[in-house]
């Protein structure tokens, strides 16, 4: 699975980002963060790459990002679960 949540603020976007990490450590998941490609017509400039990830951890990652009201585009892949904050830019 692959998220994309659209933060304007930089600042913003790295104090979320250093969040949800946390919550994947919590939950003794290894994150791998990295730089993403163009998605959805928009550069992201944060990644993090977590595997095997419960229903429970995903369900306390989107209760984060509904909780703050970001923007959330979604799209299905492997089994792994990849978040990418990135910022609204016109393109």
């Given amino acids: 699975m692959y998220l994309q949540i659209n933060i304007k603020d930089r600042t913003e976007r790295v104090a979320f980002a250093a969040d949800l990490k946390g919550i994947l450590r919590a939950a003794k998941i290894q994150t791998k963060d990295y730089k993403p490609e163009m998605r959805f017509g928009k550069k992201a400039d944060i990644g993090i790459k977590a595997e095997n990830i419960s229903l ?3 369900a306390q990652i989107v209760s984060q990002i509904e909780r703050r009201g970001y923007d959330i585009k979604s799209t299905k892949g492997p089994e792994s679960l ?3 904050f990135s910022a609204l830019s016109p393109q």
């Fill in 82 to 84: 990849s978040l990418s």
């Fill in 56 to 58: 429970k951890v995903l």
